[in-house]
């Protein structure tokens, strides 16, 4: 805060002319490929130079939607490593043959910037745009195998390391982008949408306890746990009708994980959330 303090002192002691050329010495200094960032900044188009635009990210959204953007499954094996020690190994990897990896990277980093801004219906927007995607896989040319089924998530390729940003980040980021807009629900609806959000893949590694230090409304962590005990308490009667026997699949794995993670999130709010002395907002 005292950095902003400073720039509006210093900007208080300039002339008109002296600010339009500050922004003109910054102009020159910009290169080609940014020029037209810089020019959509200036206008207030863009709050955020290095980010894609908006419409450049729907595009983007759209052309994964329907297959175009696709990443490439390599699977190879190795019976001897560059050292010449044996391995007998499969190893597998996924090509990223349009590039779009990076680009991801700028939004996600730019969705950042711009809470800080406190430009929050745009984060929310664009989170819940991109981190639903889900990425078409096809088989290399190099692949000696091929087994993947489903679809690619934004979860994954953080996960294979294919992007800078922390899954963390942008899950937290994601959810307290939607906090932030509670004026846009009561708290039941707002509570629904936030336990459903911790459930998306991205979220995975987060609790409901990240957004103690958010101003929310009083009664939203007692919301959300209400709305978890009750669905606990269905899924594990359901559990045990879908599974009445110890034999292993899929199906129950994932049912499994969707349950722990209900209960996690129960577990997080008894824990931290509700005794946390977090500021609320007046009923």
């Known amino acids: 805060m005292r950095f902003i303090n400073q720039v509006i002192e210093q900007l208080n002691g300039m002339s008109e002319k002296e600010k339009e050329d500050w922004i003109i010495s910054q102009a020159r200094l910009t290169e080609e490929k940014s020029q037209q960032d810089f020019l ?31 990443l490439e499954y390599v699977a190879r094996y190795y019976e001897f490593d560059d050292d010449g ?16 990896m990076p680009f991801l990277n700028k939004i996600f980093k730019g969705c950042h910037d711009l809470l800080i801004l406190n430009e929050n219906k745009t984060v929310a927007d664009i989170l819940d745009r991109v981190c639903r995607l889900e990425f078409r896989v ?6 000696e195998d091929f087994d993947y089924e489903g679809a690619f998530t934004i979860e994954d390729a953080i996960r294979e390391g294919k992007m800078s940003v922390d899954i963390q980040s942008v899950g937290t980021d994601w959810v ?25 893949p991205v979220c995975r590694t987060i609790n409901p306890s990240v957004l103690c230090k958010e101003v ?7 919301q959300m746990l209400d709305i978890l005990d009750a669905e606990i308490m269905n899924e594990e009667i359901m559990f045990s009708k879908m599974f009445p026997d110890d034999a ?6 994932l049912f499994e994980k969707k349950l722990k993670k209900k209960q ?12 946390a002395g977090h500021e609320t907002m007046p009923q």
């Open 40 to 70: 959509m900044s200036l206008s207030g188009e863009k709050k955020i130079m290095y980010m894609p635009s908006r419409q450049d990210i729907e595009a983007f959204c759209e052309r994964v939607e329907k297959g175009f953007i696709y």
């Open 85 to 100: 020690r044996y391995m007998d190994e499969w190893q597998v990897w996924y090509n990223d043959p349009a590039g779009v």
């Open 138 to 143: 096809e088989e290399a040319e190099e692949s």
């Open 176 to 200: 307290t982008s939607v906090v932030r807009l509670t004026d846009r629900w009561d708290g039941r609806e707002l509570a629904k949408i936030l336990v459903s959000l911790f459930e998306q």
């Open 216 to 222: 929310i409304p009083e009664d939203l962590f007692p």
């Open 248 to 253: 292993d699949s899929m199906e129950k794995e």
């Open 264 to 275: 996690e999130m129960a577990a997080d709010i008894r824990a931290n959330c509700l005794a």
